[in-house]
């Protein structure tokens, strides 16, 4: 533990500053060894308010080299409103994800429906972030305890009556500055949002977490991430459903 706690002040420290790191010095031996630095890293950083799942993609996976999807929290001094206007000086993977979120309304112990526990679906959009200069090659230990990624998280309208859409086959773009810039559908995340869902559910107990009443749990990127920058005006369009968009200062 005191390891754990010590690669955590070394993230939140690069994560104040606005600095990289090529590795921690050193790195957890597995992914429960990263999971306890993230969990180290969780206080530091503050209040969370659900979960985000990193790597969704066959695309994402095959890019950051690792097996399967990621957990992460949602801090909320880095959660922001559609129109905001968010701070961009410090970002490193510069890209936008347009994503479903589900929000929880009740707990979720093992083995429950996890679908039955949802209380709305929402649109959103992650820029996630790296406290590491090469992200893609630290593996998924390291990429758990910089909490896969989190940083800046626009959650945007609600969905009514989605539980009879077609998530898999539900058509989104991301457009930059009045341009589209990336098209993908709800399949590009594990098939289907509700998978993603399904599989966190099921996969944080294994450490020590589960789904709780009011959780936020945005389930990965539905398109090819394009390149954002400092002045960037975003919308992530999920047709007939709606829309989410921002600026990022300049």
């Known amino acids: 533990m005191a390891d754990a706690a010590r690669c955590a002040e070394l993230l939140w420290a690069a994560w104040r500053r606005g600095e990289r790191m090529t590795a921690l010095p050193e790195p957890p031996a ?6 306890a630095v993230q969990n180290a890293l969780r206080p530091l950083v503050g209040e969370s308010y659900g979960w985000k799942i990193a790597a969704t993609s066959a695309a994402g996976q095959a890019h950051v080299r690792v097996s399967g999807p990621l ?3 949602l801090f909320t001094r880095f959660r922001f409103a559609p129109g905001d206007v968010l701070p961009s000086h ?3 993977m510069r890209v936008a994800e347009a994503e479903f979120a589900f929000r929880l309304g009740a707990d979720v112990h093992p083995g429950d429906d996890v679908l039955a526990a ?6 959103a959009v992650e820029l996630p972030d790296s406290r590491f200069v090469d992200f893609a090659a630290v593996g998924p230990a390291q990429l758990l305890a910089d909490a896969a990624c989190a940083s800046r998280f626009v959650l945007g309208p609600e969905v009514p009556d989605w539980r009879g859409l077609d ?3 539900a058509g989104t773009a991301l457009w930059i500055n009045g341009a589209e810039a990336a098209r993908g559908t709800g399949a590009a995340v594990l098939g289907d949002p509700r998978t993603a869902l399904a599989w966190l559910a099921a996969e944080l107990p294994r450490f020590g977490h589960r789904l709780r009443a009011g959780d936020v749990v945005t389930t990965g990127t539905t398109t090819p991430p394009p390149t954002v920058g400092p002045g960037d005006a975003v919308r992530a369009d999920f047709g007939e459903l709606g829309s ?4 990022l200062r300049a």
């Open 30 to 35: 597995d992914e429960a060894a990263g999971m």
């Open 71 to 73: 957990p992460g929290p």
């Open 90 to 92: 410090d970002l490193h």
């Open 118 to 123: 949802v209380d709305a679906l929402h649109l």
């Open 167 to 169: 998530l898999s086959t």
């Open 244 to 247: 989410v968009g921002f600026t």
